[in-house]
C-alpha cells in the first residue's frame, strides 16, 4: 500500500459527459502528480501541483482540468469525454516540490475510466 | 533530462538473479537514475534511485558505472511476483518521464 488513495477505482460514462477523479496523496506530502496510461501511448505525465498550486503541465488536453485542495487532496476534471479518454488514470505523490532529483514518487492504485 | 534505452523483454528463471540492463549515455552530472516498476494494471512502484555509488536496499541493488553511462538493477532471487514492466528514468530537472520499460517475466 503507498498511502495514496485514488477513488473510484472504475468508471463507466458515455461521450460528452464529464467526470472527476480524486486522489488523496500520502500524509505529510504536498506535491500531486495526474498521470494518463493508455494501451497505445503508455504512461504520461499530464500535471502536477505542490501545495495548491500548479507545478507543471504536460500533455494536458484543455478539455481536462486539475486543482489541489487546501486539505491537499487533488481533483482532475475530464469533460467532453470522447472514447479516445478511455485510460488509466494514476496520481502519485511526493514530499517536494518535484522538478528536481533525488525526489520519489508513490503512485497510487489507479481509476480505469471507460468512456462508451 | 537524458534519454535511456533498455531491452523491451526479458526472462529469468524463479530464484535466480535478475540482471535488467539500462543504457544512459547522455546522463548529465546532476542527473539521477530511478527505476520503478509496474505490476501489471497496478500503479508504478519506486524501487530504488542513486547518482554515482552503487545503492541496495530491501527490494534491489542498482550498478552504476563508472562513467555513469550505464547501470543494471539487480534482483538477487527473482520470484514469480517480479513479473512486471520495469521502467530506467533518467531525472533531472523535470517530472518524471517513463520510457516503454522492459518486460520482466519470471518463470517456475
Known amino acids: 500500500d503507498s498511502g495514496v488513495t485514488q477513488t473510484p477505482k472504475h468508471l463507466i460514462t458515455a461521450t460528452g459527459q464529464r467526470v472527476t477523479l480524486r486522489c488523496s496523496p500520502r500524509?505529510?506530502?504536498?506535491?500531486v502528480y495526474w498521470y494518463q496510461q493508455s494501451l497505445d501511448q503508455g504512461l504520461q505525465f499530464l500535471i502536477q501541483y505542490y501545495n495548491g498550486e500548479e507545478r507543471a503541465k504536460g500533455n494536458i488536453l484543455e478539455r481536462f482540468s486539475a486543482q489541489q485542495f487546501p486539505d491537499l487532496h487533488s481533483e482532475l476534471n475530464l469533460s467532453s469525454l470522447e472514447l479516445g479518454d478511455s485510460a488509466l488514470y494514476f496520481c502519485?505523490?511526493?514530499?517536494?516540490?518535484?522538478?528536481?532529483?533525488?525526489?520519489?514518487?508513490?503512485f497510487g492504485s489507479g481509476t480505469q475510466l471507460s468512456v462508451l | 533530462d537524458a534519454k535511456t534505452t533498455q531491452p523491451p523483454s526479458m526472462d529469468c528463471a524463479e530464484g535466480r538473479a535478475a540482471n535488467l540492463p539500462c543504457n544512459h549515455s547522455t546522463i548529465s552530472g546532476n542527473e539521477y537514475v530511478y527505476w520503478y516498476r509496474q505490476i501489471h494494471s497496478q500503479g508504478p512502484q519506486y524501487i530504488i534511485h542513486?547518482?554515482?555509488n552503487n545503492e541496495t536496499n530491501e527490494m534491489a541493488s542498482l550498478i552504476i558505472t563508472e562513467d555513469r553511462k550505464s547501470s543494471t538493477l539487480i534482483l538477487p532471487h527473482a520470484t514469480l511476483r517480479d513479473t512486471a514492466v520495469y521502467y530506467c528514468?533518467?531525472?533531472?530537472?523535470?517530472?518524471?518521464?517513463f520510457g516503454k520499460g522492459t518486460m520482466l517475466l519470471v518463470s517456475p
Open positions: 502519485a505523490s511526493s514530499v517536494a516540490p518535484g522538478q528536481g532529483s533525488n525526489e520519489k514518487l508513490f
Open positions: 500524509s505529510g506530502d504536498l506535491s
Open positions: 542513486g547518482l554515482k
Open positions: 528514468i533518467v531525472q533531472g530537472y523535470s517530472t518524471l518521464t
